[in-house]
Structure formats: C-alpha cells, structure tokens
C-alpha cells in the first residue's frame, strides 16, 4: 500500500521560497505511470490544485501559481518536492502531496498534510 | 479554468436519511468528475471516481451518478461516522478543480 509523508518547515517568512517534500513509501515513485501532485488547503477554505509531476518527469501547474512553483523528483530518495517563491499570508495552507490511482486525475493516495504558515 | 458549483453548502440531515449533494460543471467534463470526504484535520478520502465508481473499500451506501455538467452524490441512509464535508472535482481539463465543499451535519 503506497503512502505519502509530507516534510519541511512549518514557518516561512514572506519574500521567501517555501519548500516541501514528499517521501513515498510502499512503491517505488519511478515505477507505473503515476502523477504526484501537490494540493494545498487554507483553513476553513477549499481545496487548490497546485501541480503535478509524471513518473516521466514531466510537469504541470496551476497557471495561478506556475510563475512561482517548481516541483521536482528525486528517485534516489523516493521523493518529489515543491518549492513556491516569493510567498505572502495568501499561501498560508495546509498542503498535502497526493498520488492519483491509475494515471488519471483521481487523487486515491493523500500524505496526511502539513501547516504552513507565512509570518514574520 | 473549469468552476465546479456544489449544492448546498452545509446540510444537516438525521441518521437514516438519504442524502443527496449536487455538483455543476461550467463546461462539460463528460465523466471525470471525483467526489471526495474530508474530516476535519485529516486528508480528503477518494470515494467515488469517474463520476459512479466506488472505491475499493468504500461502502456502498455511498453513489455518484451524471455526465457533461451535471453530477450527484448519494448517502442512501446516513451514518454518523458520515459527518465531513464533501468535495466534488473535476479533471477533464488542467487544473484541476474542486467544489466548494458541503459540509454535513447530523440534526
């Protein structure tokens, strides 16, 4: 059974790069044909989209954020990351990384999600 | 991008009832269309996918039915470990997008 585990800082100051990896246990993240993604939740609010990366390597972003957003894999390590420059209050979120479950946009494997806070 | 319109917001309803939350694209999206469950402090859960698919594991008192624009989501007869919001969201079309959510409650 794959799962996923969200990790990095639970602050970031405004102006600066928040950064967050995901380390996927149970499967190999080069194995299949999978996108990884990374949702973001503010509280009380809704669910935003924030990008993908295929086990290719390819990628895409919410053209809200694209300017801003780098997602990457390391297979090494299992991994993929997010990095989002330049944050303000607005990026506030719990951010969750996910695994669709048959190579579409069905996200059937979620991290349990982690609080970041953009403060000074 | 796509907007997905759910109805209504929050719902209270008793042990027993069923329930039904709707769901409208701005566009067709033909069957890709998601329905999700949410507790609070934990992560969305998968229950349907391509609008009438259960989830392995899923219960099935829980059902999704439309296509194009317009899509539903059924408890037959709710439980109280139902309580949660619940998302629809689609992914004919990057981004993907979610619902507003519908928060339900027991009466």
């Known amino acids: 059974q794959v799962q996923l585990q969200e990790s990095g800082p639970g602050l970031v100051k405004p102006s600066q790069t928040l950064s967050l990896t995901c380390t996927v246990s149970g499967g190999s993240i080069s194995s299949g044909s999978y996108y990884w993604s990374w949702i973001r939740q503010p509280a009380g609010k809704g669910l935003e989209w924030i990008g993908r990366?295929?086990?290719?390597?390819?990628?895409n972003y919410n053209p809200s954020l694209k300017s801003r957003v780098t997602i990457s894999v390391d297979t090494s390590k299992n991994q993929f990351s997010l990095k989002l420059s330049s944050v303000t209050a607005a990026d506030t979120a719990v951010y969750y990384c996910a695994r669709d479950r048959d190579g579409s946009g069905s996200y059937g494997y979620w991290g349990q999600g982690t609080l970041v806070t953009v403060s000074s | 991008d796509i907007q997905m319109t759910q109805s209504p917001s929050s719902l209270s309803a008793s042990v027993g009832d069923r329930v039904t939350i709707t769901c409208q694209a701005s566009?067709?999206?033909?069957?890709?269309l998601n329905w999700y469950q949410q507790k609070p402090g934990k992560a969305p859960k998968l229950l349907i996918y391509d609008a009438s698919n259960l989830e392995t594991g899923v219960p099935s008192r829980f059902s999704g039915s439309g296509s194009g624009t317009d899509f539903t989501f059924t408890i037959s007869s709710l439980q109280p470990e139902d309580i949660a919001t619940y998302y629809c969201?689609?992914?004919?079309?990057?981004?993907?997008?979610f619902g507003q959510g519908t928060k339900l409650e027991i009466k």
């Open positions: 566009q067709d999206i033909s069957n890709y």
């Open positions: 969201q689609q992914y004919d079309n990057l981004p993907p997008t």
């Open positions: 990366i295929y086990t290719s390597g390819s990628t």
